[in-house]
């Protein structure tokens, strides 16, 4: 009964340590009420892939280590992984480096050994707490409504006034914002960014948000446009317009993805051509 009742209890406090609250609002609400909450939150906001799954190792560290996860965060593999320290110290290392900006990380990280060999639990743990981390306040996470690569608020601001958020807020607002978000803010708000809506996101494999996973059938023959779609024919006659964003089928693994984590499985066996486009698509780590 003891076992019975201090599961009861853990699964009480998964509950209330996970209790994430949906949130949605212009892009001017977020910016009064989301970015100013408090001191720390325009880090947090503006944060990119890299470091935001390295302060997903530390939060997961830091739940069972007074330290706060100096250790580099490798709690999350604990109970799954057995005899590999070296080789999490160094996934660890990864993203510390390219969280802090290194060229480390416009790398491709390859995990390479034998089978059995932990890549695929190591990367399957990885989603998971990305997954976790999104539905904790430490982990919220906000994109563009409706953006098909979820991409952050951040993207609306002008370059002009990237300087004074910066100086304001203490915090780097980078990126540029995509074709599809450029075009419903002309159309849809005449060029006014501060009524874009912008909404909390959840990642999560399953729902193709933030977590993804490439697996071509046969490598010798992967398409790119599973990667990053390709011209839709039928929204084409809708539009009437091959280069509106709007006729693009942003259904690839690459903008499925965007803003966390893509695995990418047996990509070595792909062509060279294939592999040199597969590194220019995308800033989201690559496995």
């Known amino acids: 009964m003891a076992h019975h009742q201090q599961f009861l209890d853990s699964l009480h406090a998964y509950t209330r340590r996970h209790r994430a609250e949906p949130w949605r609002g212009t892009f001017s609400q977020f910016i009064e009420h989301v970015v100013t909450r408090d001191a720390g939150a325009p880090a947090l906001v503006a944060r990119n892939s890299h470091q935001y799954i390295w302060d997903m190792l530390r939060w997961s560290r830091a739940r069972n280590d007074a330290d ?72 919220a996470l906000y994109a563009v409504a409706g953006c098909p690569v979820h991409e952050s608020p951040l993207h609306l601001l002008p370059h002009s006034m990237r300087p004074a958020f910066r100086d304001t807020y203490g915090a780097v607002a980078e990126g540029e914002l995509c074709p599809y978000c450029r075009s419903c803010l002309e159309r849809q708000h005449g060029g006014d960014f501060l009524q874009m809506p912008v909404e909390r996101v959840f990642l999560s494999e399953a729902d193709r948000c933030g977590v993804g996973t490439y697996a071509p059938h046969d490598p010798a023959t992967a398409d790119m446009a599973d990667l990053v779609g390709s011209v839709d024919l039928a929204k084409v006659a809708e539009v ?20 966390g984590l893509l695995e990418m499985i047996e990509i070595l066996k792909a062509k060279r051509e294939f592999l040199q486009r597969t590194a220019s698509s995308t800033e989201a780590p690559y496995w």
């Open 68 to 139: 706060g996860g100096q250790d580099g965060g490798r709690d999350l593999f604990s109970g799954e992984l057995f005899g590999l320290d070296e080789a999490l110290a160094r996934v660890s290392a990864y993203f510390q480096a390219a969280a802090a900006g290194s060229e480390v990380g416009r790398r491709l990280l390859l995990l390479l050994g034998p089978p059995s060999g932990g890549k695929s639990t190591l990367v399957i743990l990885l989603k998971r707490g990305l997954e976790e981390y999104s539905q904790t306040a430490e982990g």
């Open 240 to 259: 009437g317009d091959e280069g509106d964003p709007r006729a693009w089928s942003w259904s690839g693994a690459v903008y499925a993805a965007s803003r």
